[in-house]
């Protein structure tokens, strides 16, 4: 059985109300037992104390004179009271005269009177009373009788108490059971209401207000407080509904400007592409014409130098120059052009063996130069083996070149940490640059040092820039004129 507290209130109340009028039934049915017996026992001692003062004054006269038979035949009369047990005439000196019955035994009787008075004693009512004529004493009369009346109203009454308060209990439960609906019908109502409002989360449902006690109270407090919830919650669901049509507008923005660009970034690929597949196409065809304008400038070199003068055979030495040079020109494009359009295949790289390689082979080629390269062991990074080579041929190549008048030349490659991204480093002691133009060395064709200072193109950082954004990269200098410079890029 659950403890008393989780009982449910209809229950608690019936049985608050039965205990309550069982403790006063209980306590009054005892009173009423008590008054019983008290006045029974009172009514058998005065009953007793008569009987026994007409018995002393009957034997007064047995008594002064001794009279056995007289006094024996007094108290026989006892027989026709069905409560008497026994009886004594005890003479002026304490021994017994007479018994009733005749033949008493000796735990009937007492064998010396006793004190004068009435008592209960061993389920007997027991008595003695004076024997006296004139204001003599003569003897003592001894008298028991039995207390079956007073055992008999005693049950009688404890019946009488068990019916009542059988009857009286089943009233009672009666009435408990419709009267604590009066209490607990609210609070049932307010206990229903609350759980349909959260578990339907339904706000609109009211407590039915049943009395204006305290409980009514109650109700119209809780009904007022569902009101305002009811309220709030309304306004929150207007506030959601609003933010929702707001974010579905912004997603709906979002979108449609996600889309636009998009469209502009495939615009521009496109564009793009098509410039690169100009640029290649023009730089391939461009390659024929300028190499029959070389190769006739030859011809009519060696085949017609004797019908030239010198300053003709100048021009044509300066034809064949430009052209040349032009060549290169259209090589360094087509190499950029190339580096666009490459598929890229990933894998992991040694950067380290990479720049080795390059720089051997940029010693072999000049052998007279003597450069001091200090190259980091173990730099990797994972990109495409041919365009990482063509943007690290790149840069040293630079570093080499623009060390060329620098007594002590220096080149390094090696990694470092920038914002907590790894970062390569190319760095040279050499002619160095205005950082005033360090966002114009990456463009085609941009060039800080004129071709009589420095050989060149303009392409090669650009081609760099290309193979480097294209692995995710960024790229880019820092410099000094004549401090050197220091090329930095992540992969
Ligand atoms: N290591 C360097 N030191 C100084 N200037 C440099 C260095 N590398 C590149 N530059 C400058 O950037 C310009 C562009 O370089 P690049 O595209 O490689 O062209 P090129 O080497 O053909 O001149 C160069 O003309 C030069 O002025
Ligand atoms: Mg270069």
Not at 26 to 50: D, K, M, N, P, W
Not at 216 to 231: C, H, K, S, W, Y
Not at 329 to 357: N, Q
Not at 374 to 389: N, Q
């Amino acid at each position: 059985m659950s403890p008393l507290r989780d009982w449910p209130i209809k229950r608690k109340l019936t049985a608050i109300l039965l205990l309550i009028s069982g403790l006063v039934l209980v306590l009054t049915s005892a009173a009423f037992v008590t008054y019983q017996v008290v006045t029974f026992r009172g009514t058998i001692q005065s009953h007793l104390a008569t009987r026994s003062r007409i018995l002393a004054a009957n034997s007064t006269a047995a008594l002064a004179f001794a009279n056995e038979a007289d006094a024996t035949e007094i108290l026989a009369a006892l027989k026709y009271d069905p409560h008497m047990v026994a009886a004594a005439l005890y003479n002026q000196d304490g021994r017994v005269l007479a018994t009733y019955p005749v033949a008493a035994t000796a735990d009937l009787i007492p064998a010396a009177p006793q004190p004068d008075g009435y008592r209960f004693q061993g389920g007997r009512l027991v008595g003695s009373t004076p024997v006296a004529q004139g204001g003599k004493r003569l003897g003592t009369l001894y008298i028991a009788s039995d207390t079956k009346d007073v055992s008999d109203a005693l049950r009688l009454s404890g019946v009488i108490a068990i019916v009542v308060l059988a009857i009286a209990m089943l009233a009672a439960y009666a009435l408990a059971a419709a009267l604590q609906g009066r209490i607990s019908a609210p609070i049932l109502a307010l206990a229903e209401t609350a759980t349909a409002v959260s578990t339907r989360q339904d706000y609109s449902v009211r407590a039915p207000k049943l009395g204006e006690d305290e409980l009514g109270t109650l109700t119209d407090a809780f009904n007022q407080m569902l009101v305002r919830i009811e309220d709030q919650d309304r306004e929150l669901r207007r506030y959601a509904t609003e933010l929702e049509q707001r974010v579905a507008e912004r997603t709906q923005e979002l979108q449609e400007r996600h889309e636009a660009v998009r469209r502009n970034a495939a615009e521009l690929l496109a564009a793009n592409q098509e410039l690169d597949a100009f640029a290649y196409s023009v730089s391939h065809d461009l390659r024929a014409p300028l190499r029959s304008i070389d190769g006739f400038s030859h011809v009519l070199l060696e085949d017609y130098a004797a019908q030239l003068d010198q300053a003709g055979r100048d021009s044509l030495q300066r034809v064949r120059a430009a052209s040349q040079r032009m060549a290169t020109l259209i090589d360094d494009l087509l190499k950029l052009a190339r580096v666009t359009r490459a598929e890229m295949r990933t894998e992991v790289v040694d950067l380290s063996g990479m720049a080795r390689d390059i720089v051997a082979e940029l010693q072999r080629a000049t052998p007279e130069r003597h450069v001091e390269f200090a190259i980091a062991p173990g730099l990797e990074a994972r990109g495409d083996p041919r365009l990482l080579r063509v943007a690290l041929d790149n840069l040293l190549r630079n570093g080499w070149k623009y060390t060329a008048k620098q007594p002590r030349p220096q080149i390094e490659f090696a990694s470092t940490n920038v914002n907590g991204e790894r970062a390569f480093v190319v760095r040279d002691n050499g002619a160095g640059f205005d950082m005033k133009y360090a966002d114009k060395l990456f463009g085609v064709f941009q060039r800080l040092h004129s071709a009589a200072e420095f050989e060149g193109t303009g392409v090669g950082l650009a081609t760099v820039r290309r193979i480097i954004t294209r692995h995710g990269g960024r790229i880019w200098a820092e410099g000094a004129v004549d401090r050197g410079a220091t090329f930095y890029f992540t992969l």
